[in-house]
C-alpha cells in the first residue's frame, strides 16, 4: 500500500526548543515513513516544526506525534530511556496538555529513521527542553482542535501551554509507565536483542591502556569451524556463529602492539598540572571555562588573611550494569545498528565518519539502557560491530563483557583544583581564585557573593581515556568549592552554616540551606555533622551529612528545589540513587592502574556502593509551581563527597582533600 | 561435549545443550530465550544474573550448565502466575523499586529466595541477603521497602 495515502502529514510552527548541539538530519522522509508505518501503524502523523529565534537556520522538522485510529497517542522523540524516568515523563506531558489520562499515551524512544533529533540524553535536559517541546506539540494538537473521539484538526499558529496551577496529571506521583514490564523480566535492553541470521564478535584488547595495532595472526584463530578474523586499522577480532566459539577464537588471535606508558598512578596529579594549558573562554558555551567578576589580584593585595588548598579526584568508572553492546547490519552502503547510546546523533555521525558514507546512511535503532551515567555518549562498540559486521558481509553482534567495559570503555575524568581565598577584615571572602584542571568547566561557578572571582577550567593531557559522568565536573569542583569554604568557616571560627549564609544572596539557596539546617537538627559545634549547598543546573540544594566511626555514614537529608516537580517521585527516587551513586566515588570508588595498564577490570576488583553501605537518607523537596523546572538527575550527586568530608573534618578534626576520601581499590565489605 | 540434557524451568520440561564454558545463564538467554536474567559482572558479584535452583539463590553467569540436569529452575519469567503478580513484583511496582529495571530480576529472585526461607526476615536480614546484589542507580532503600511489604513486615 501507498504509504502516502496512509498518513496525513500536519505541520505546525511552534516556539523553538532549543536544543543546538547538533544538526539535524536533513531529508529522510521515504524511510522514515515506512518505518513509522511498520512501528506505529496506521494514523494521523504530526509534524511539529520549530524554528531558532533568530529565525536565521533553515526550518527544523520534527515528527512529533501520532494518532492511531484508537485514539492513542504515540509520542516520537529522539532521547533515550536509562532509568532516569523519561517514558513517564513525557507520557505525562503530552496526556496533559492532550487532556488524556496517561494511558492513552505511548512513548516512542530513538530509532533515528522515524524520532526527532531531541539532543543526546544527557546534561539533565529532558525536563528542561524536551518536556516542553513534547508540551507545545501536544498543546498544539490540542488548540487545532483535536479530539480523541472525532479526529477533527486545523493547523494553529500559536500554543497556550496548560498553566502550573492547572496541572491534572503533570505534578502528580504517575508510576513509572515501564513498571510492569521490568519487575516481569519483559523489558528489554540492548543486550536481549536479536536480529536473524546475526553472527557474534569478539574484539582483541591491548595490553597497553595506550597501545596500537602492528600485527595480528589470525592463522590459528581461523582453523576453528566458522570463524572469520578480522583485521581493520587498529582493531582485530573475530566472529563467529557463536558466543562462545567467538571468545575460543578470540583466545587464539595473537597481536603485537606498539605500547605508549602510563605515568604511574601516584604521579597522574602531576601530570595534569605539567600538561595543564591556560583557561580559553569562548562565548555562548554551556559550562564557561572563565568565569571572573571584580579584580581578584587586587582582593588577594587587599586581605587581611588568606587561605589556599589543593583538592583532587581519582579517575572512578560509571560501571552501568547493563554492558555495551550492538548489533550492525550492512546494506550496501547503508548501516543500521541497534545499540544502547545516550548520544545517537554523535555515534551516527562517528559512524559516517568511520565508514566514510552519509550521515543519514546511519540507522541507529536504541534500545532501553541498562542505566547510563554519562557512560554511553560515544560509540566504541558499534564502531566495533559495524566494523566486524562489513568484513563479514552479515549482521554482527558485538556484547562487551565487564572486562571489556573497564578497558575500552572511558572513565570520570581525575582533577586537580587549587582554590584561594581572601579573607576581609569582617572574616568574609571576598577574593576567589578557583583553578581546575582536566576534569572539567561545568560547576565552577560560586553560588556566594563574592566581589572578586576568577574561575578557570585549564586542558590538561589526560593519561586514561576520559569522557562524560553524571554531572561532569560538578562533582570535584563543588568538593572542592564547599570543602574550601568549610575550610574557611573554621579558620575564622564560624559555623559553617552560619557562615555559608553569610555569603548567600540567593533567596532559595537560603531556604534550603536554613530549612536543611532546621529539619536537620544542625546544632553549633555538634561532633560529626557536615553540611554542603550549591546551585546546580540552576537547581538550589543543600545536603547535610552525619558520620561516626569506623568512617560510616550516619544520615544524609537533601533539600532540593528545582522549581516545579513534574513528577516527585520519580524525583525523590532520582535525588536518592544520585545520593547512593554519589557515595561510591566520594568514600571508596578509584579506578587503578599502573604504568601500563588499567588494573580495575572486574567488579571484584572495584567496590562500588551495596546494601550494606546505606545510612538513613531523607529527600525534601521544594516544589515551587511557579518556577520553570530544571533537570534534576545529576545535581544530587554534587553534594556527597564535600558534605561528608566536612562531616569527617567535624568529627576527626582531620581535613581530607582527595576523592575517594577513604579506602581506594579493593572492596572491602 | 555438546549434550542434551533435561531441566524443569519455571515448571515446564526444558532439553537444554550443557558444554565446556557453557553457563546456565547462556542457556537462559540463548537457548530458552528468558532473557530476565541478566549478564552484570560474570564472576558473581552484582547479582543480576540470579535464579533459583532447587529453590535456592544461584548465580547463573557461574553455574555450569550441566549442575542443573534434571533439576527445578526458577526465573523472573515464572514468577507471574496467569497475569497475576507474585507479591513480591506487586510490592516493587507499588513502590518503584526501580529506576533503569536492570537489576531487578536478581533482586526479586534473590528475595524469593530468602522470604521461602525467611518467610518474616528483619530488615537487617533483608539487607545482609541482598548485600550481593547491585543497583547501580541506587534504589536500594526502596528494594528493601518492598520486600518488608512482600513479607507483610510493614514499615518501619
Known amino acids: 500500500m501507498d504509504i502516502?495515502?496512509?498518513?496525513?502529514?500536519?505541520?505546525?510552527?511552534?516556539?523553538?526548543?532549543?536544543?543546538?548541539?547538533?544538526?539535524?538530519?536533513?531529508?529522510?522522509?521515504?524511510?522514515?515513513?515506512?518505518?513509522?508505518?511498520?512501528?506505529?501503524?496506521?494514523?494521523?502523523?504530526?509534524?511539529?516544526?520549530?524554528?531558532?529565534?533568530?529565525?536565521?537556520?533553515?526550518?527544523?522538522?520534527?515528527?512529533?506525534?501520532?494518532?492511531?485510529?484508537?485514539?492513542?497517542?504515540?509520542?516520537?522523540?529522539?532521547?533515550?530511556?536509562?532509568?532516569?524516568?523519561?517514558?513517564?515523563?513525557?507520557?505525562?506531558?503530552?496526556?496533559?496538555?492532550?487532556?488524556?489520562?496517561?494511558?492513552?499515551?505511548?512513548?516512542?524512544?530513538?530509532?533515528?529513521?522515524?524520532?526527532?533529533?531531541?539532543?543526546?540524553?544527557?546534561?539533565?535536559?529532558?525536563?528542561?527542553?524536551?518536556?516542553?517541546?513534547?508540551?507545545?506539540?501536544?498543546?498544539?494538537?490540542?488548540?487545532?482542535?483535536?479530539?480523541?473521539?472525532?479526529?477533527?484538526?486545523?493547523?494553529?499558529?500559536?500554543?497556550?501551554?496548560?498553566?502550573?496551577?492547572?496541572?491534572?496529571?503533570?505534578?502528580?506521583?504517575?508510576p513509572p509507565v515501564s513498571g510492569r514490564d521490568i519487575v516481569t523480566g519483559r523489558q528489554k535492553y540492548g543486550a536481549d536483542v536479536r536480529v536473524e541470521g546475526m553472527l557474534h564478535g569478539k574484539v582483541l584488547r591491548a595490553p597497553s591502556h595506550h597501545a596500537a595495532l602492528v600485527k595480528a595472526d589470525g592463522s590459528a584463530a581461523e582453523k576453528v569451524t566458522g570463524v572469520r578474523v578480522v583485521r581493520n586499522g587498529t582493531l582485530a577480532g573475530v566472529v563467529a556463529g557463536d558466543d562462545r566459539t567467538a571468545s575460543e577464537a578470540l583466545r587464539l588471535l595473537k597481536a603485537e602492539w606498539k605500547e605508549t606508558p602510563l605515568p604511574a598512578q601516584a604521579e597522574v596529579f602531576a601530570h595534569l598540572r605539567k600538561t595543564a594549558e591556560a583557561p580559553v573562554f569562548v562565548r555562548g558555551s554551556r559550562y564557561p571555562a572563565v568565569l571572573e567578576q571584580g579584580s581578584v589580584v587586587e582582593a588577594m593585595k587587599g586581605a587581611v588573611r588568606r587561605h589556599e588548598a589543593t583538592y583532587t579526584a581519582e579517575y572512578i568508572a560509571h560501571v552501568a550494569l547493563d554492558c555495551r553492546s550492538a548489533i550492525a547490519e550492512w546494506d550496501g552502503d547503508k548501516l543500521t545498528v541497534h545499540c544502547g547510546t545516550q548520544a545517537p546523533q554523535v555515534v551516527r555521525r562517528e559512524l559516517a565518519e568511520a565508514f566514510r558514507i552519509p550521515v543519514n546512511n546511519v540507522r541507529l535503532i536504541v534500545s532501553n539502557i541498562g542505566?547510563?551515567?554519562?557512560?554511553?555518549?560515544?560509540?566504541?562498540?558499534?564502531?566495533?560491530?559495524?566494523?566486524?559486521?562489513?568484513a563479514v558481509g552479515k549482521p554482527v553482534r558485538l556484547a562487551w563483557s565487564r572486562e571489556d567495559e573497564f578497558l575500552a570503555g572511558y572513565f570520570r575524568p581525575a582533577a586537580v583544583v587549587d582554590v584561594k581565598t581572601a579573607l576581609d577584615a569582617s572574616q568574609r571572602v571576598v577574593g576567589w581564585d578557583f583553578h581546575n584542571y582536566n576534569s572539567g568547566a561545568s560547576g565552577l561557578a560560586v553560588p556566594y557573593a563574592i566581589a572578586n572571582s576568577y574561575c578557570g577550567f585549564h586542558k590538561s593531557d589526560s593519561p586514561l581515556r576520559q569522557g562524560s559522568y553524571r554531572s561532569l565536573a560538578a562533582v570535584a569542583n563543588t568538593f572542592a568549592r564547599e570543602s574550601h569554604m568549610d575550610e574557611v568557616a573554621h579558620l575564622t571560627g564560624s559555623d559553617p552554616v552560619e557562615y555559608r549564609l553569610r555569603h548567600i544572596e540567593d533567596t532559595r539557596l537560603r531556604h534550603v540551606v536554613e530549612a536543611g539546617a532546621r529539619r536537620f537538627g544542625w546544632e553549633k559545634g555538634r561532633r560529626g555533622m557536615g553540611v554542603a549547598c550549591t546551585i546546580e543546573k540552576d537547581a538550589r540544594l543543600a545536603l547535610f551529612a552525619e558520620v561516626e566511626e569506623p568512617i560510616r555514614v550516619r544520615r544524609l537529608l537533601l533539600l532540593f528545589d528545582c522549581g516545579a516537580v513534574l513528577n516527585p517521585d520519580n524525583l525523590r527516587n532520582q535525588l536518592t540513587g544520585a545520593l547512593i551513586q554519589g557515595m561510591g566515588g566520594a568514600l571508596f570508588e578509584s579506578v587503578r592502574h599502573d604504568r601500563r595498564q588499567v588494573l580495575s577490570l572486574r567488579l571484584s576488583r572495584y567496590r562500588l556502593p551495596r546494601m550494606a553501605d546505606l545510612p538513613e537518607i531523607e529527600v525534601q523537596l521544594v516544589d515551587?509551581?511557579?518556577?520553570?523546572?530544571?533537570?534534576?538527575?545529576?545535581?544530587?550527586?554534587?553534594?556527597?563527597?564535600?558534605?561528608?568530608?566536612?562531616?569527617?573534618?567535624?568529627?576527626?578534626?582531620?581535613?581530607?582533600?582527595?576523592?575517594p576520601l577513604f579506602t581506594a581499590g579493593e572492596p572491602k565489605r | 561435549m555438546n549434550n542434551p540434557v533435561s531441566v524443569v524451568v519455571n515448571g515446564a520440561k526444558r532439553s537444554i545443550v550443557v558444554g565446556q564454558g557453557i553457563t546456565l545463564l547462556d542457556v537462559l538467554r540463548d537457548q530458552l530465550d528468558l532473557t530476565g536474567a541478566k549478564y552484570g559482572c560474570g564472576e558473581g558479584q552484582c547479582g543480576a544474573c540470579t535464579v533459583l535452583v532447587e529453590g535456592k539463590a544461584v548465580r547463573s553467569c557461574l553455574a555450569a550448565a550441566e549442575s542443573v540436569a534434571g533439576k527445578k529452575v526458577e526465573t523472573v519469567e515464572g514468577l507471574e502466575r496467569e497475569g497475576r503478580l507474585h507479591p513480591l513484583q506487586a510490592a516493587f511496582l507499588e513502590k518503584s523499586a526501580f529506576q533503569c529495571g536492570y537489576c531487578t530480576p536478581g533482586f526479586l529472585m534473590a528475595a524469593e529466595a530468602l522470604l521461602r526461607r525467611v518467610p518474616k526476615p528483619a530488615e537487617a536480614e533483608i539487607r545482609r541477603e541482598l548485600n550481593g546484589n547491585i543497583c547501580r542507580c541506587g534504589t536500594y532503600p526502596r528494594i528493601v521497602e518492598a520486600v518488608r511489604m512482600a513479607a507483610g513486615v510493614g514499615k518501619r
Not at chain 1, 496551577?165 to 503533570?170: F, Q, R
Not at chain 1, 555518549?377 to 564502531?383: A, M, T, W
Request: net charge neutral; charged share 25%; hydrophobic share 40%.
Open chain 1, 371 to 390: 542505566a547510563g551515567f554519562g557512560s554511553r555518549h560515544r560509540g566504541e562498540c558499534e564502531l566495533e560491530a559495524a566494523a566486524l559486521a562489513r
Open chain 1, 4 to 174: 502516502k495515502t496512509r498518513y496525513k502529514i500536519e505541520t505546525m510552527d511552534l516556539e523553538p526548543d532549543r536544543f543546538e548541539i547538533f544538526a539535524p538530519s536533513a531529508h529522510q522522509f521515504e524511510w522514515t515513513r515506512r518505518e513509522l508505518l511498520a512501528l506505529l501503524g496506521a494514523g494521523v502523523l504530526y509534524v511539529v516544526s520549530a524554528q531558532d529565534a533568530d529565525a536565521q537556520q533553515p526550518e527544523r522538522i520534527g515528527l512529533r506525534l501520532h494518532v492511531a485510529p484508537t485514539g492513542v497517542v504515540t509520542v516520537l522523540t529522539g532521547k533515550v530511556d536509562i532509568g532516569q524516568g523519561l517514558r513517564t515523563l513525557l507520557t505525562q506531558a503530552a496526556a496533559e496538555e492532550l487532556r488524556l489520562t496517561p494511558e492513552k499515551v505511548r512513548v516512542q524512544t530513538c530509532d533515528t529513521a522515524v524520532t526527532p533529533d531531541d539532543g543526546g540524553t544527557w546534561a539533565s535536559l529532558t525536563t528542561p527542553q524536551t518536556v516542553p517541546a513534547v508540551r507545545m506539540a501536544a498543546a498544539a494538537l490540542r488548540e487545532a482542535g483535536f479530539h480523541a473521539e472525532s479526529m477533527q484538526r486545523t493547523v494553529a499558529a500559536s500554543v497556550t501551554l496548560t498553566a502550573p496551577k492547572d496541572w491534572k496529571v503533570l505534578g502528580t506521583s504517575l
Open chain 1, 624 to 659: 515551587r509551581r511557579e518556577v520553570a523546572p530544571t533537570g534534576a538527575g545529576e545535581a544530587g550527586i554534587t553534594l556527597v563527597a564535600p558534605a561528608l568530608a566536612n562531616a569527617w573534618f567535624s568529627f576527626k578534626g582531620e581535613r581530607r582533600r582527595g576523592l
